[in-house]
């Protein structure tokens, strides 16, 4: 049961009681700090320059400084020495991006706490937590501080995140609730900050805040574990390491054939030197963290909170969701729609004395303070109400799916009141065949209407002994439906789902026509009709994966049965999503490919477990999710086939050269140049471009699919070996017109910046046809780059700086229009090829 679904048992009294005043929890938060253990884990900005000057390129960089220092080429050195200030800044700038966009959804994801101030009731940052504050428990919660339990349940509370040990203890109040808030309880009634709520609901009074908890004190949880690297990372990060000791090899060897062959050490140095720049593709990590980061905040906006970035890569690769009814499929609004009494064997209405009594049985096994909905509804319905508190109350149990609470009576006796699942209910009345039968006709009449069923009865004892009344013989009252209607984006959303080809599965405990009747009312398919989990646990292992694949309805299913799904879906080679707010909920959440948590209803260890946080619990919020994910996988494939395209015409016009016994191409200013070109084109460029108007009209992606599958790499290089060879050639056939060689390579020059400029504008989708803020992103970089090759070019100091000798206008303006055509063209087959393989 959520923490928010009832007021704790017996609570009355403590709500009754003023709380702290906001003002003086303003001046102990002030006085105490936050109620954090430590501060949250953040880059701060010199470690990320650290961490930007281990980079390969940089190192290269900065030797290639060095290396022009010795010779004596001042002026080399400083320009070298300006684009490795430039280059850092850029890969700064974006990886400050990221941490800023991170931090920003670890804000989002702070837990929150229940809690009383003056004497009444607020929901706030569990950070605002200050000595004294009384916080509401409940089951699946984590407790937010130390404290002393002052009323309510008896709770059991896993305190394995301090002791070690898995055995849950008990926890019973404190007599009185007027202890002292600072004194250290006994520890019968001891709540430490960290211990997870197994069972029972209560009120604690904050003893100790932060650092000051027993948490804080034994130096657990002292800094938060580091997010671990998603698949896409780790893979990327083996490949440029590999690509790096690639790079070092064969410069070595450039170096040594240079020395050897030729006696120029120092032309091979500048030729090894350029060549380890232009093929270490030092890009590729940066642009998965800065597309994953600032995705994650995209989905943030659109109310889904990322816990783990791994999920935004399997979210667009979701083929199966699997969803709850109440909240998420529907509006979680309920209303009461009808009542039927048992003695009457018919609806009753609300103001007729059978229907009285159901309302007010159905109000006494409901939370004197409702949060619940079903409880809001009973109390709107009824004007029954009582101002003592409960004597204690009995929580759901898997053998017992009803509520009870226990009530004093006027001459010592005791009332129990109870409501619950239908069948649980007749069982606690132990109906005969005859009542149950219609009882049961009832319901699967209101069922069919869509109506959630509850039943509700009544028990009396002549004294309290303080036992579980699961013994008495309980008096059945009736039955109380319960109007939940779907959510209106519901249809289109379930319609949108579809047509990306995600098949959605509602699974719910609730009685099989009320879920067949939802399911129809929003659109489910509901041809594979219904299973029931008491079917479902006679079923084998293999006749589970036959049922799972045509059914789309699961009603009755036990949390624990949840499990079982998700595996019968994923061996029918399905990648699942899903949605859980409750304790049980946790381990189908950890066992499917993207866990799904409720961020309003949801259990603590039910969002601990999950992926992804809906913030809204709306399914809709979801699909837009999978449409997000879909986007940014497809940008990162644009952006790293673009990568791979330019660095090849790059890494082959360093190393052709030497091999080739001609002059050289580029020098290491060139490939800097070049790399000002790529990192901003890629960060601000490709990271914003919009999904394709098809992204969600195509079918998942299967699970073996790639960024950088053998095939997508392969054509990304043939691209990249075409502009290669468009580059190199027009460079050979200038010198062999008679050109020299610093005006042919000025015209490579601008070959490869042009050839760039259209790869990119056809990758990333920045033509006319883009959006606006991508043409306007592309035209800036685009200008800036003809302006520094104009420059490089007809600026007699930049021109020897560069090695260039300005070409006629018009073997400039060919060049430059070869190049354009050739990126364009082999972009546009890579694109092609890109969507296909989709």
């Known amino acids: 049961m959520p923490p928010d679904s009832t007021a704790p048992a017996g609570v009355t009294a ?180 960290g211990g997870l709520l197994v069972r029972g609901h209560g009120v604690a009074r904050v003893t100790a805040t932060g650092a000051a908890t027993r948490l804080g004190q034994i130096g657990a949880a002292l800094a938060d574990a580091a997010e671990p690297l998603t698949p896409l990372q780790r893979t990327t990060r083996r490949l440029v390491g590999v690509l790096g000791l690639f790079a070092l090899g064969l410069s070595a060897a450039v170096l040594v054939a240079y020395g050897l062959l030729r006696g120029d050490w120092i032309g091979g140095g500048l030729a090894a030197l350029t060549l380890g720049i232009a093929l270490i593709p030092e ?67 609300g103001s007729d004395g059978a229907g009285v009594a159901i309302l007010q049985a159905a109000v006494l096994a409901s939370a004197v303070h409702p949060v619940d909905p079903m409880d809001r509804a009973l109390h709107a319905a009824s004007a029954c109400s009582r101002s003592d508190p409960p004597l204690r109350s009995y929580p759901l149990r898997p053998d017992r799916l009803a509520f009870i609470q226990a009530w004093a009576g006027p001459a010592g006796d005791v009332l129990y009141a109870a409501k619950g699942a239908p069948e649980a209910v007749f069982d606690l009345c132990r109906l005969d065949p005859v009542d149950r039968a219609a009882a049961e006709a009832a319901v699967t009449a209101f069922a069919r209407q869509g109506l959630r069923v509850l039943g509700v009865a009544r028990a009396e004892r002549p004294s309290d002994d303080g036992g579980d009344p699961g013994g008495e013989v309980f008096r059945f009252d009736g039955l109380v439906a319960f109007e939940d209607p779907v959510r209106e984006d519901v249809p289109p959303a379930l319609a949108a789902a579809a047509m990306a080809g995600v098949r959605v599965v509602m699974i719910t405990g609730d009685f099989p026509e009320t879920a067949l009747a939802i399911a129809r009312d929003a659109g489910l398919d509901v041809s594979g009709g219904v299973l029931t989990g008491a079917r479902l646990q006679t079923l084998a292992d293999s006749e589970l ?15 624990d049965q949840k499990l079982r799904l998700v595996r019968a879906l994923q061996a029918n080679g399905e990648r699942v999503g899903m949605f859980g707010d409750g304790v049980n909920d946790a381990p189908a959440l950890e066992a499917a490919d993207v866990g799904v948590a409720m961020g309003g209803r949801g259990v603590d260890v039910a969002r601990e477990a999950s992926d992804l946080i809906l913030l809204d619990d709306r399914f809709a919020s979801v699909v837009s999710g999978i449409a997000e994910g879909r986007r940014i996988f497809a940008n990162l494939k644009a952006a790293l086939a673009y990568l791979v395209v330019v660095h090849i015409p790059m890494a082959g016009l360093a190393l052709l050269p030497p091999l080739l016994g001609v002059p050289p191409v580029l020098f290491p200013m060139q490939v800097v140049l070049l790399e000002l070109v790529i990192d901003p084109m890629c960060a601000l460029v490709f990271e914003g471009r919009s999904a394709a108007p098809d992204a969600m009209r195509r079918p998942p992606r299967t699970a073996a699919a790639s960024l950088l599958t053998p095939a997508r790499l392969t054509g990304a290089i043939a691209q990249g070996l075409v502009l290669l060879a468009g580059g190199f050639g027009l460079y050979l056939a200038l010198l062999r017109s008679g050109q020299d060689a610093s005006a042919a390579r000025a015209a490579a020059f601008v070959f490869v910046v042009a050839a760039n400029l259209g790869a990119a504008a056809v990758l990333a989708g920045a033509g006319p046809r883009g959006e606006a803020h991508q043409r306007m992103a592309f035209a800036a970089i685009a200008g800036l780059a003809a302006a520094g090759v104009t420059a490089a070019l007809a600026v007699p100091p930049l021109a020897g700086l560069f090695g260039f000798n300005q070409p006629s206008l018009a073997i400039s303006g060919t060049s430059a229009g070869l190049g354009m055509a050739a990126g364009l063209a082999v972009a546009a087959a890579g694109r092609l090829r890109l969507r296909t393989a989709t």
């Open 545 to 559: 994966r036959e049922a799972v694949a045509e059914v789309r309805v699961f009603a009755r299913v036990a949390p």
């Open 283 to 349: 890009e590729f990590p940066m642009v998965l963290a800065v597309f994953l980061a600032l995705g994650g905040g995209r989905m943030a906006k659109g109310q889904v909170l990322v816990r783990r970035t791994a999920a935004i890569e399997a979210l667009g690769g979701i083929s199966v969701l699997c969803v709850d009814k109440t909240g998420t499929l529907t509006r979680n609004q309920m209303g009461v729609a009808a009542l039927w009494a048992a003695d009457g064997g018919g609806e009753v209405s």
């Open 14 to 193: 403590a709500l009754r009681l003023q709380g702290l005043t906001e003002a003086e929890a303003a001046r102990r938060l002030a006085q105490d700090g936050p109620n954090r253990m430590n501060e949250p884990r953040r880059r701060r900005l010199p470690q990320i320059v650290r961490d930007v000057l281990r980079e390969p390129m940089l190192l290269l960089l900065l030797v290639a400084v060095g290396f022009y220092f010795l010779l004596g080429d001042t002026a080399e050195a400083v320009f070298l020495l300006f684009g490795a200030v430039t280059t850092i800044s850029l890969v700064v700038v974006q990886e400050a991006r990221s941490e800023r966009a991170l931090a920003a959804l670890k804000a989002l994801a702070e837990p929150t706490a229940r809690v009383i101030r003056d004497g009444s009731e607020h929901r706030i940052a569990a950070s605002d937590l200050v000595r004294g504050d009384l916080v509401l428990l409940g089951e699946g919660g984590r407790a937010p501080a130390d404290g002393a339990l002052v009323a309510g349940d008896v709770l059991s509370i896993d305190e394995s995140v301090l002791t070690g040990e898995s055995a849950p203890v008990v926890r019973t109040p404190l007599p009185s609730t007027e202890a002292d808030d600072g004194a250290d309880p006994p520890e019968h009634a001891r709540i430490s900050a």
